[in-house]
């Protein structure tokens, strides 16, 4: 611990959900050698250092800490967002899952963060254009959760994730669309654990991401040994981390049948590639390599300290323009009464009184 380079000591503020992705990094973290504090609101998962409201202020939670963090880094979660950010004298980090979906809230909420990390090369990218230090950081696995089992898989195709028709109509359209040829076992609900073994009985694993993501799908499925089919999307940047019939299978709409088919009726084929898959992931893509890339980048952007953007200025130096920011990010997070008390005393400026009439 003496000798591990900055940053040591690092602060981690997100709501662990089964499938918060907080909880990989939080591990690995540990795994590496840092000291990691925890905060979090009330939580089955573990036992955060901290327990707190949903929109505790840093500067009041830190002062509670015996050890200082060296940098605070939040993981995009729901219902839980501290404020306070513009207090803070350490590098703020903060690490998004759902960039493209929720770009509108995400692009209220940048300009509180010295570093951005994104799972979503598109937006990572977006957000580097308009000139904060962004960095696309794909997600990975744990192996200790996604591995190998020994047992034949059953299932001729399983998928695992949601089928909303409103948020996933295209997804729920081509589940349908295999279902009327081949046997299909859909699990809308799992946790890790769970997820693990729907693919430890797959022959073949779909998948298909919203937007231009790349979600946890093809290294939780490598991971197990199984064969992947996604969708070829050259924008999501997955052609940078897998290769096509060496790591896993791409398809197109128009081919996806095809391609499903052949696989099935073609077992050694089908075991080759996940087996190469296998290899890959754990060579390239676990969590600790992930943990290692973001603390090679924060030391890289922060070890001189940090300096105020002018986003960050122009934020920070007005108390109306603060308090809207929160509010907005307050009230699609659902976390209401925090929301009312920052707006009461702007409640005279239009958008203001607006949002008070949504909380």
């Given amino acids: 611990m003496l000798n591990m380079p900055y940053p040591q000591s690092i602060l981690l503020i997100y709501h662990a ?15 590496l050698g840092c000291h990691v504090l925890t905060v979090d609101i009330a939580t089955s998962e573990r036992i955060p250092v901290i327990q707190c ?15 200082q963090p060296d940098v605070v880094i939040y993981f995009e979660s729901r219902g839980f967002f501290p404020q306070g950010w513009e207090k803070l004298t350490i590098p703020r980090i903060w690490y998004s899952t759902e960039g493209d979906v929720n770009f509108s809230i995400h692009s209220q909420m940048v300009p509180f963060f010295d570093v951005l990390f994104s799972s979503n090369k598109v937006i990572a990218e977006r957000f ?14 744990d192996a200790d959760i996604h591995y190998p089992r020994d047992m034949e898989p059953s ?57 231009h993501g790349i979600n946890t799908r093809p290294f939780e ?25 060496k790591h896993l299978i791409y ?62 200025k122009q934020l920070y130096s007005s108390p109306e323009k603060l308090a809207l920011t929160y509010a907005h990010v307050y009230s699609y997070e659902n976390i209401l009464e925090p929301a009312h008390q920052i707006l009461l005393p702007y409640q005279h400026l239009p958008e203001a009184n607006m949002l008070l009439g949504l909380v």
């Fill in 155 to 211: 299932d001729e195709i399983v998928f695992v994730g949601t089928l909303n028709m409103i948020q996933y109509s295209e997804r729920a359209r081509l589940v349908k669309r295999l279902q009327d040829y081949f046997q299909v076992q859909v699990i809308t609900q799992a946790t890790p654990q769970e997820c693990a073994m729907a693919y430890a009985k797959a022959k073949l694993v779909f998948d298909k991401s919203l937007g």
């Fill in 17 to 31: 959900t089964p499938r918060v992705i907080g909880l990989n990094y939080e591990k690995a973290f540990q795994q």
């Fill in 53 to 67: 409201s949903p929109a505790v202020d840093l500067t009041e939670l830190i002062s509670q800490l015996a050890l």
């Fill in 221 to 245: 499925t490598l991971a197990c040994r199984r064969l992947l089919l996604t969708e070829s999307d050259p924008h999501s940047g997955i052609f940078d981390l897998f290769q096509d019939e």
């Fill in 128 to 141: 580097a254009q308009q000139g904060f230090s962004s960095y696309w950081l794909p997600l990975a696995v």
């Fill in 251 to 312: 398809y197109r709409e128009e081919e996806l049948l095809e391609k499903v088919r052949f696989y099935l009726d073609h077992p050694r084929e089908r075991e080759r590639i996940a087996a190469a898959g296998y290899e890959w992931v754990l060579e390239k893509h676990t969590y600790l390599h992930r943990a290692k890339q973001m603390l090679d980048i924060i030391r890289q952007e922060t070890s001189f300290g940090v300096s105020l953007t002018s986003k960050q």
